[in-house]
């Protein structure tokens, strides 16, 4: 297929990657060209605008930091609005809110194109290796057509009904996402205090009730003293600060959110907006004056998921009518 992909950070590039070994044409847009170095000396092909870029493009891919920039992208002069043509597919995998993927979905509508908000969930590491979790709100016909790019830039991928309903499910995931992470440096930080070893610990959790992926992979980051998540605590604040938004707009009368917005702005206070978010556990080393290390743990991610290039692609919420359209 003719792709465009707008927005080449630390997933995005990843999964433009991903689309380009398997033979798509790749167009390719940043506001740094020499995020594209990689792409482009692999085949992609830069576009110098995003109207250029979606004019070539049966399916648009954006992949940005947040809700303005997508909004910026797509409705500026010189914006892939301006290039898509009829029965284009503009494919929104950044995490943003729903209502605002549903109001460029309709300007994206009046073009004579169809949107879908395809937000991605599992980690950069996995992104790499399409062993990443997908969800696909939109038209059923619409997710039908972009389900051989989907396969291969993720393992797991879920139609989960209408434009907006997987960004919902994002912000969800990943607000789960940042208690577990929370909560797990407290859990480590109480088994230190009581004299556990570390690495104990971690395989007891593993095996056990309270495992979580969180726990499998920002645990081991934790304990060897990476924190490397490749994921920065600016954007930790924006995901859950998302689903705060989002639960209280809904009248839902949350506990434990305000607890973590908050805990994560102080990590943002206290180490910057661009260190990595896994470090919001340094909070608890830095007040307790001990660490989390564990001897000899690996000083890289071991993923106890198997997956990768090839791997079983799982479609969740297959159905003969489309319900979401």
């Known amino acids: 297929m003719q792709v465009g992909f707008v927005g080449l950070g630390n997933v995005g590039a990843k999964l433009a990657g991903s689309l380009l070994r398997h033979g798509h044409t790749l167009r390719v847009r940043d506001l740094e060209r020499a995020a594209a170095a990689e792409l482009l000396a692999a085949g992609a092909i830069w576009a110098d605008s995003g109207r250029e870029l979606a004019a070539a493009s049966e399916v648009v891919i954006t992949c940005l930091p947040s809700p303005v920039v997508s909004a910026q992208v797509l409705e500026e002069a010189d914006g892939i609005l301006q290039g898509l043509g009829e029965g284009a597919i503009w494919m929104e995998m ?5 209502a605002d993927v549903c109001r460029l979905g309709e300007l994206v509508r009046a073009r004579g194109a169809t949107a879908l908000d395809v937000p991605v969930s599992g980690g950069c590491h996995r992104a790499s290796t399409g062993n990443i979790a997908i969800f696909a709100g939109g038209a059923r016909a619409d997710f039908e057509r972009v389900l051989p790019l989907l396969t291969v830039m993720g393992r797991q991928i879920v139609h989960t009904g209408a ?7 994002k912000v969800i995931t990943n607000y789960l996402a940042g208690v577990q992470l929370i909560s797990t440096g407290e859990a480590f930080m109480v088994a230190k205090k009581a004299g556990i070893d570390l690495a104990v610990a971690y395989d007891a959790i593993r095996v056990s009730s309270g495992n979580s992926f969180v726990h499998e992979t920002e645990g081991q980051l934790i304990l060897n003293g990476s924190y490397d998540i490749n994921f920065t605590m600016d954007h930790e604040l924006k995901d859950v600060s ?3 938004q989002l639960g209280k ?12 917005v908050a805990a994560v702005r102080d990590g943002l206070e206290r180490y910057g907006p661009r260190v990595w978010s ?7 080393e830095d ?6 290390r564990a001897p000899g743990f690996p000083e890289y991610l071991v993923d106890h998921e198997p997956g990768g290039e ?5 479609i969740a ?3 003969d009518s489309d319900h979401s359209s």
């Open 94 to 98: 950044s995490t943003t809110e729903a």
């Open 163 to 169: 434009l907006g309903s997987a960004s919902i499910l």
């Open 242 to 244: 998302l689903f705060d």
């Open 249 to 260: 707009s809904l009248d839902v009368p949350l506990e434990l959110s305000p607890v973590v």
């Open 278 to 284: 896994s470090q919001v556990v340094k909070r608890l």
């Open 287 to 292: 007040d307790c004056g001990e660490d989390l």
């Open 310 to 314: 090839g791997a079983e692609v799982v």
């Open 317 to 319: 919420n297959r159905r």
